[in-house]
């Protein structure tokens, strides 16, 4: 059975930095593509950061510079810096998997606050 756990989300002040960890059992995260999702209340679940197999990353242009989305293959564990916080990155973050065989599981989402 696959699930993904989130932790780090928070209250933070405008310009402050999290670091958002998404943990996964009964996959492997270096065999599948894996990001960084977020939803704010009224909004669309949007992609804010991911990452492939092969570790390429890409990211949302509204977080660029400012994000960075890693993979600690050895803890199976995927991570979003978040750097320069901004109020319109308040939302609750998710983390979802895509493995090889088209399978797509998500977690159950960590929210984020930024204050202004």
């Known amino acids: 059975q696959v699930q993904l756990v989130e932790s780090g989300g928070g209250l933070v002040q405008a310009g402050g930095s999290l670091r958002l960890s998404c943990a996964a059992t009964?996959?492997?995260?270096?065999?599948?593509?894996v990001g960084w999702h977020r939803q704010a209340p009224g909004k669309q679940r949007e992609l804010v950061a991911g990452?492939?197999?092969?570790?390429?990353?890409n990211y949302a242009d509204s977080v660029k510079g400012r994000f960075a989305i890693s993979r600690d293959n050895a803890n199976n564990t995927v991570y979003l810096r978040m750097y320069a916080l901004k109020p319109e990155d308040t939302a609750v973050y998710y983390c979802?998997?895509?493995?090889?065989?088209?399978?797509?599981?998500w977690g159950q989402g960590t929210q984020v606050t930024v204050s202004s």
């Open positions: 990452i492939s197999r092969g570790g390429f990353t």
């Open positions: 009964g996959t492997i995260f270096s065999l599948n593509a």
């Open positions: 979802r998997t895509t493995q090889l065989g088209g399978d797509v599981y």
